[in-house]
């Protein structure tokens, strides 16, 4: 964040930038200063989706089998992100896909094999 500012600040600049938008003049930002430190804190958010969220396995308490069959509800799957232990090195969106995906052909096969 310093050495963007420091870039930004230089007069050559100072005629096609307008005023700064965040963290602001108000926030120091000399180096051992903690008030730019706060304002990254307090503004800092992740952009991953929460992932391990669901409850797995066997008991009253878990939320879905491992077959990603809901409790309670027959029928029911789930293969959104809350299923993955820990996120990977990729979007997550991936690996929903191919989660569902594989749930989907299961469940397929397991209604031919009955019918």
Same mark, same amino acid.
């Given at each position: 964040?310093? /050495?963007?500012?420091?870039?930004? =600040?230089? @007069?050559? /600049?100072?005629?096609?930038?307008?005023?700064?938008?965040?963290?602001? +003049?108000?926030?120091? #930002? %000399?180096?051992?200063?903690? @008030?730019? &430190?706060? *304002?990254? !804190?307090?503004?800092? %958010?992740?952009?991953?989706?929460? *992932?391990? #969220?669901?409850?797995?396995?066997? +008991?009253?308490?878990? /939320?879905? &089998?491992?077959?990603? %069959?809901? $409790?309670?509800?027959?029928?029911?799957?789930? #293969? &959104?992100?809350?299923?993955?232990?820990?996120?990977?090195? !990729? $979007?997550? $969106?991936?690996? #929903?896909?191919?989660? *569902?995906?594989? *749930?989907?052909? +299961?469940?397929? %096969? $397991?209604?031919?094999?009955? =019918?």
């Amino acid at each position: 964040m310093r /050495l963007p500012q420091e870039i930004f =600040a230089q @007069t050559e /600049l100072a005629d096609i930038l307008g005023d700064e938008v965040w963290p602001g +003049s108000e926030v120091g #930002t %000399r180096v051992g200063s903690n @008030t730019l &430190d706060d *304002a990254i !804190c307090k503004q800092a %958010r992740t952009i991953f989706h929460p *992932a391990g #969220t669901c409850r797995m396995g066997d +008991s009253p308490s878990a /939320l879905i &089998d491992e077959k990603l %069959r809901f $409790n309670g509800i027959d029928g029911l799957k789930v #293969t &959104d992100c809350s299923i993955m232990p820990a996120l990977f090195s !990729c $979007n997550t $969106n991936v690996s #929903t896909l191919i989660s *569902a995906g594989r *749930a989907a052909i +299961s469940s397929f %096969r $397991n209604k031919q094999a009955s =019918a």
